[in-house]
């Protein structure tokens, strides 16, 4: 995974995957399997799939950037504890995904718990080893 910091700020990791690189078709194909991870995780909650081409579709003044045929966020929580009040600035965590007509460009915000970023990170890894 590439990591950077969007708009100087936000420290985040990102993948592109090719669709030739990945059985996968689409994102619901992927968050299904992603679903799946998460259900089997032990702290790892489902929250909800939250639909960002339609939401920004449904503006008549929205736009997406050109290429962009699908956008959603799979939301959930990783913690089974809050440590201090600031945790929730970064929780719940969110996957989100753009499809292009030929790849998949997958994100993540950074996640505080490294060993929990490796195994996010891994989850998305996988995508592209699904062939």
């Known amino acids: 995974m590439k990591q950077m910091q969007f708009k100087d700020k936000y420290p985040i990791f990102t993948m592109e995957i090719l669709k030739t690189e990945t059985s996968f078709k689409n994102i619901?194909?992927?968050f299904l399997f992603l679903k799946q991870?998460?259900?089997s995780h032990p702290i790892a909650t489902f929250i909800a799939i939250f639909d960002h081409f339609s939401?920004?579709?449904f503006f008549s003044d929205g736009t997406v950037a050109d290429g962009i045929i699908d956008a959603?966020?799979?939301i959930f929580c990783f913690g089974k504890e809050i440590p201090t009040s600031k945790i929730l600035?970064?929780?719940?965590?969110s996957i989100g995904v753009c499809e292009f007509d030929d790849h998949?460009?997958?994100s993540i915000l950074e996640v505080p718990n490294e060993t929990l970023h490796k195994v996010l990170e891994g989850w998305i890894k996988d995508i592209s080893s699904k062939n």
Not at 89 to 93: G, I, K, N, Y
């Open 28 to 30: 619901d194909e992927i």
């Open 37 to 39: 991870k998460i259900e």
């Open 55 to 57: 939401h920004t579709k």
């Open 72 to 74: 959603k966020n799979l």
């Open 89 to 93: 600035a970064v929780r719940p965590r």
């Open 104 to 106: 998949f460009d997958i």
